[in-house]
């Protein structure tokens, strides 16, 4: 993509690394994903020919957002492939394994683990199919559950990637190569950790994805009382679109307290209908709670980060609730074979999402964000400099680190 410096529009097209004037400065090395070829390139004079531009000159902005909706949906998706694989390795090493005279998976805290991550595999599988069968009919807008469905399936993914490692115990954190070496079953756990954690940081990090999400959940509220918490707004035009304000709340706010979210709507989902009565009481909640937030810090929202991601995330557990919901209820109304299997995962999930979004909501007024915001900005300007300096014989900043390492 390169910007023209005239026009100011970004256009996109394809350059072939033996081109004239294109130079690969630096192969890049990573943790894991060891097959990538990333590079440090430099481009001096290169000519690009017509035929290698990508779409129309000057849109290459636009292709790079709508193709990044469905790009990004790549990550959730291989991240079922993981968790599957997880799932198998640990049911196979869980139930072989013996310590303490009975299979480790039959210990309460390891079979804990195991129960979460079938159910969380289910809902994983859940969420990527349902919105990628939207992106594939394509009449979508699917920004934000791709920005769900990439940041839910990410981090779960790397929560189990990481108890494959803790149920292998020490075999884990051993390399595969070493494992079949000494005639044990190569199971790659090492590498998928090093292969897994790099999906919560590229196609859009955790914490972007959150910015993203959150920025859509106060939007509407911007564009109806954007001016009364803008700072730069003069009182007179705050004023003038009170009226405007005064008739959009009146409407809006009641009715996110209105509304049935208990028996006996949803009765059709049977056992389900309780986590979808959930879903539709927390969803009301969620935006009354969005609603007060903005009240509350006014224009400072938008640097209240705890707060928004944690809006985000109970909007993340209401959306793979209901996505997990409605996949269980179609496996039984296909009369599928799994479908009893998959309705117990499905419900386990539903109680622990359950769980998890009361705590949010809890934590969203309760919580320590400010004096941690404190604590941090204390720790950037210096004032724990003392308890670095305990590591002895290491060098303490990163700056000895590198001087350290210059005169090596
Ligand atoms: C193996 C690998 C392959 C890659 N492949 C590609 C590729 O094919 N194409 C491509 O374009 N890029 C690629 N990238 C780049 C990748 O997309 C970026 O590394 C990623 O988007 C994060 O950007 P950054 O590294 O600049 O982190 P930074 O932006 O420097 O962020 C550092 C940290 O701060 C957080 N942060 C940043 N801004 C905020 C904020 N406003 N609020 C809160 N937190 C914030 C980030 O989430 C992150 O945790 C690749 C990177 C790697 C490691």
Known sequence: MAKDSQTKKISAFVVETEWEGVKVEHRCHFMGLRALANAVISFTHVRVPRENLIGQEGKGLKIA?????????????????AAKRALSICRTW???RVQWGKPVGKHEAIAHKIADMAANTFAMESIARLTTSMSTQGNFDIRLEAAACKLWNSTRGWEI??????????????????????????VNAERMMRDYRINRIFEGSDEIMHLFMAR???????????????????????????????VFYAW???????????????????????????????????????????????????????????IVDIADELFVMTATVSRARMMAEAGLPEAEKAAKVADLFCRNATRKVRKLFHDLWANDDVGKYRVALGVLEGDQVWMEQL???????ASQKRAKLATA
């Not at 990044?68 to 949906?73: A, E, F, I, P, S």
């Not at 307290?257 to 009765?267: K, M």
């Open 65 to 81: 957002l709508t193709t990044l909706n469905d790009g990004r949906l790549s990550i959730p998706n291989g991240s079922v492939g």
């Open 94 to 96: 869980a139930s072989e």
């Open 161 to 186: 990637v990481d108890d494959v490692m803790q149920i292998r115990g020490g075999r884990g954190y051993e390399t595969e190569i070493s494992l079949a070496a000494r005639g044990e079953e190569p």
């Open 216 to 246: 859509e959940a106060v939007d509407k509220h911007l564009q109806v009382a954007g001016a009364m918490i803008d700072p730069s707004v003069s009182l007179a035009q705050r004023l003038g679109t009170l009226p405007r304000i005064v």
């Open 252 to 310: 809006w706010y009641p009715t996110r307290w209105l509304g049935w979210g208990r028996w006996p709507r949803y009765s059709g989902f049977g056992r389900f209908a309780r986590h979808l009565r959930f879903v539709d009481r927390s969803s009301r909640k969620l935006a009354r709670q969005i609603f007060h937030g903005m009240l509350m810090h006014q224009a400072k929202l938008q640097h209240k980060q705890a707060f928004l991601f944690r």
């Open 391 to 397: 590591l002895e014989g290491l060098p303490a900043t």
